[in-house]
């Protein structure tokens, strides 16, 4: 069974930061490429941020760029999303998706697997 478990969310102040992990279980981590995406209340889920397999190709909502960095260590089944110099308007629930592709992609449809969600909170 496939398992997407999100960590490191939490309330922050505007400018400070926060480390989201998501850990993956039964798929063959390396052949994933992995998306950061999150949804705000009342709105819908959005892109933040893609990485391909190798962890060599990365994409970036423009929102986010400059701020937010996403990795992934494929030995540890994990990927990464930095986020530093936060604003009240990151204040969402962050998923992690799985996608059986080499390259990730924008689109929630083109991912087979998702977490939970982590939730972080930005006061100003």
């Known amino acids: 069974q496939v398992q997407l478990v999100e960590s490191g969310g939490g309330l922050v102040q505007a400018g400070g930061s926060l480390r989201l992990s998501c850990a993956a279980s039964?798929?063959?981590?390396?052949?994933?490429?992995m998306g950061w995406f999150r949804q705000a209340s009342g709105k819908e889920r959005e892109f933040v941020a893609g990485?391909?397999?190798?962890?060599?190709?990365?994409d970036y909502a423009d929102s986010v760029k400059e701020r937010f960095t996403i990795s992934r260590d494929n030995a540890k089944n994990t990927v990464y999303l930095q986020m530093n110099n936060l604003k009240p308007g990151d204040t969402a629930v962050y998923y992690c998706?799985?996608?059986?592709?080499?390259?990730?992609?924008?689109?929630?449809?083109?991912?087979?697997?998702w977490g939970q969600g982590t939730t972080v909170t930005v006061s100003s």
């Open positions: 998706a799985a996608r059986n592709q080499f390259l990730a992609t924008r689109f929630t449809n083109d991912y087979d697997y």
């Open positions: 039964g798929l063959t981590f390396s052949s994933n490429s």
């Open positions: 990485i391909s397999r190798s962890g060599r190709w990365k």
